[in-house]
């Protein structure tokens, strides 16, 4: 079998990239985050809440696709760099206009694809092209991995992360996914736990 000749695309190449790129920029970090770990995470959450809801909540969402669409959630990151939540939502204007610049990089990043996997990819690299249900679950599974982060930044002794730990917690609450609060009550203790006591 023959592989098609194809014209030699970067796109991987950039992607992987992604793991030079620091999150939580404005705060002094203990435990330092990029974003390919923080992808990474976020893919894994969005499965669980995702299976949770399907098996425990009547749910009928597609586990897979929403765990592969996470992974590339904040892939065009890659080009504009990880722009800390404070400033993208300091106001209306400038969540409009990162949201272009977002669209943008979308754009850029399937070009670098061969013309013949575009599409195939589309669904994955662009948010617009996600149903409701992904979008709420990917969105709430970001969180959770924020929650999460600033929690082991405040296990370490920092406190800078307090504050965010208080509203990202709130925000989940708010929201009252029942998937996510039942990942909190279930899965999300054992975060706090040392390596010895987290088998058996």
Same mark, same amino acid.
């Given at each position: ?30 435990? /330092? ?119 082991? /930044? ?19 609450? /708010? ?16 975060? /706090? ?8």
């Amino acid at each position: 079998m023959s592989v098609r000749q194809s014209t030699a695309s970067p796109f991987f190449a950039y992607v992987s990239r992604l793991r030079w790129i620091k999150r939580w920029g404005l705060m002094r970090n203990a435990i /330092e985050e990029n974003v390919a770990t923080h992808s990474w995470e976020v893919a894994t959450l969005a499965h669980a809440l995702a299976l949770i809801r399907n098996r425990h909540f009547n749910g009928q969402v597609n586990a897979d696709r929403i765990a592969a669409a996470a992974l590339y959630h904040d892939a065009t990151e890659v080009i504009t760099g990880d722009m800390p939540t404070p400033v993208k939502y300091h106001s209306k204007v400038m969540r409009e206009v990162f949201g272009d610049i977002e669209h943008k990089a979308e754009a850029e990043l399937l070009a670098l694809l061969p013309n013949d996997l575009q599409d195939a990819f589309a669904p994955y690299v662009r948010e617009s092209q996600l149903g409701e249900e992904e979008k709420e679950l990917i969105k709430a599974a970001d969180r959770l991995s924020a929650l999460l982060k600033c929690r082991a /930044e405040i296990q370490t002794g920092n406190k800078e992360f307090e504050p965010a730990a208080e509203q990202t917690l709130q925000r989940l609450q /708010e929201e009252a996914l029942p998937e996510v609060l039942y990942f909190l009550e279930v899965f999300a203790p054992g975060y /706090e736990r040392p390596l010895d006591h987290l088998l058996g």
